[in-house]
């Protein structure tokens, strides 16, 4: 739960803090609201909402781990989805070998669609007792918990170079600050924030990567998550090299090479146009 909310405090693990922690739990945010409401219709929205939800995952979990007890789920909390995987990732010579969280129902084949992947979740939804069951199953689970962060972290550059996009076309002078932003390559920053990612330090610890090689398992679910990871970043890299350059190369985003209020790069437009123009 402290980790979640950031760095952590000087006094972390002492009683008075851990007596602090407890008591300002009924001021978090998911016991003030029913929850986050993703709208499919809105673009982002579901990574603003997930923002929340990362900052909450522990807090949310200890709640719903609560409930399943209450209900008989779970004879105690030591039973539920969230402390199993706690002990899973401990490493226990006991001769049996756990399964791998990230690795645990996955099946034989990862969906290759949006629509396999909601057939799939909606067979992991039938197994269990209802909506809440499930909730608990998922919030339990550290390896969905680490991959939901990922994917949200290597969203977040995309993001806010939208948003910005977005304020800027509310007017017409930001309309054509776009449009030049577009000819001067200005996406090129957003890829290389999107490439540098995996290589930064920051990444990987906000990742919870772990370093010790002892248990297998541990390396499983880490190698799994930064293989997922690469293959996501590659994919959405390849992807908007391959349209974006259309912006500043091409009929007629390259147009507003004309309207540039550095002469140079105007008189660069001019050169370009007769070729293209036939």
């Given at each position: 739960i402290v980790r979640d909310s950031g760095p952590l405090?000087?006094?972390?693990?002492?009683?008075?803090?851990?007596?602090?922690?407890?008591?300002?739990?009924?001021?978090?945010?998911?016991?003030?609201?029913?929850?986050v409401h993703?709208?499919?219709?809105?673009?982002?929205?579901?990574?603003d909402r997930q923002e929340e939800v990362q900052e909450d995952w522990h807090t949310i979990a200890l709640a719903l781990a609560a409930m399943g007890i209450q209900k008989g789920w779970w004879p105690s909390i030591w039973e539920t989805p969230m402390e199993k995987g706690r002990a899973a990732a401990i490493p226990v010579d006991d001769g049996v070998d756990e399964v791998p969280q990230s690795?645990?129902?996955?099946?034989?084949?990862?969906?290759?669609?949006?629509?396999?992947?909601?057939?799939?979740?909606?067979?992991?939804?039938?197994?269990?007792?209802?909506g809440l069951h499930f909730a608990c199953q998922v919030f339990g689970n550290d390896f969905k918990r680490r991959l939901s962060k990922a994917a949200w972290m290597i969203e977040t550059p995309m993001r806010t170079?939208?948003?910005?996009?977005?304020?800027?076309?509310?007017?017409?002078?930001?309309?054509l600050e776009f449009a030049l932003q577009q000819y001067d390559r200005k996406y090129n920053e957003v890829l290389i924030e999107l490439a540098e990612m995996m290589f930064q330090p920051t990444t990987l610890a906000a990742l919870d990567l772990k370093t010790d090689p002892?248990?297998?398992?541990?390396?499983?679910?880490?190698?799994h998550l930064v293989d997922k990871m690469f293959?996501?970043?590659?994919?959405l890299l390849g992807s908007y090299l391959t349209w974006l350059p259309l912006r500043s190369d091409g009929l007629p985003w390259m147009l507003a090479g004309l309207l540039h209020y550095v002469v140079e790069r105007k008189n660069a437009c001019l050169k370009r146009l007769p070729p293209l123009l036939g």
């Open positions: 405090p000087m006094d972390f693990g002492t009683a008075e803090h851990m007596e602090i922690v407890w008591r300002s739990l009924p001021g978090k945010r998911c016991f003030r609201a029913k929850g993703v709208r499919l219709s809105r673009w982002w929205s579901r990574h690795v645990e129902d996955e099946g034989e084949d990862e969906p290759r669609s949006v629509k396999a992947a909601h057939e799939k979740m909606q067979l992991k939804r039938q197994s269990t007792v209802n170079k939208c948003g910005e996009d977005m304020i800027l076309a509310k007017t017409t002078m930001g309309t002892s248990d297998p398992n541990i390396i499983a679910d880490d190698q293959w996501v970043t590659v994919g």
